[in-house]
Nanobody, 125 residues
Framework: QVQLVESGGGLVQPGGSLRLSCAAS????????MGWYRQAPGKQRELVAA???????NYADSVKGRFTISRDNAKNMVYLQMNSLKPEDTAVYYC???????????????????WGQGTQVTVSS
């Protein structure tokens, strides 16, 4: 079992900044990728940014130049620095991690694809 816990959401004015954090814990052997998704009311969940174990990053076009994803492999954490926030960035932001973890035996490795509970980001004046 791999658990993800997000923090750092909140209310911010347009043009402001927020930093989201996500910590992964549990029976982790290795993490291949970590990323952030968001879901606005009435819309599908969409990828915001992701970083793979080698350090390569991928961003949604709508956030390029404003958001920066970073990862601390030693701590199994991922961050999302969000600058120049816009009202259309308002959504619930979810952390995701994919990798390999141990099953209940702590011997057998299995794939995992885990999600956090989500953190609300509201951009409004």
């Amino acid at each position: 079992q791999v658990q993800l816990v997000e923090s750092g959401g909140g209310l911010v004015q347009p043009g402001g900044s927020l930093r989201l954090s996500c910590a992964a814990s549990g029976s982790i052997f290795s993490i291949n990728s970590m990323g952030w998704y968001r879901q606005a009311p009435g819309k599908q969940r969409e990828l915001v940014a992701a970083v793979i174990s080698g350090g390569s990053t991928n961003y949604a076009d709508s956030v390029k130049g404003r958001f920066t994803i970073s990862r601390d492999n030693a701590k199994n954490m991922v961050y999302l620095q969000m600058n120049s926030l816009k009202p259309e960035d308002t959504a619930v932001y979810y952390c995701n991690a994919e990798g390999r973890g141990y099953d209940s035996s702590w011997i057998v490795l299995t794939d995992f694809d885990s999600w956090g509970q989500g953190t609300q980001v509201t951009v409004s004046s």
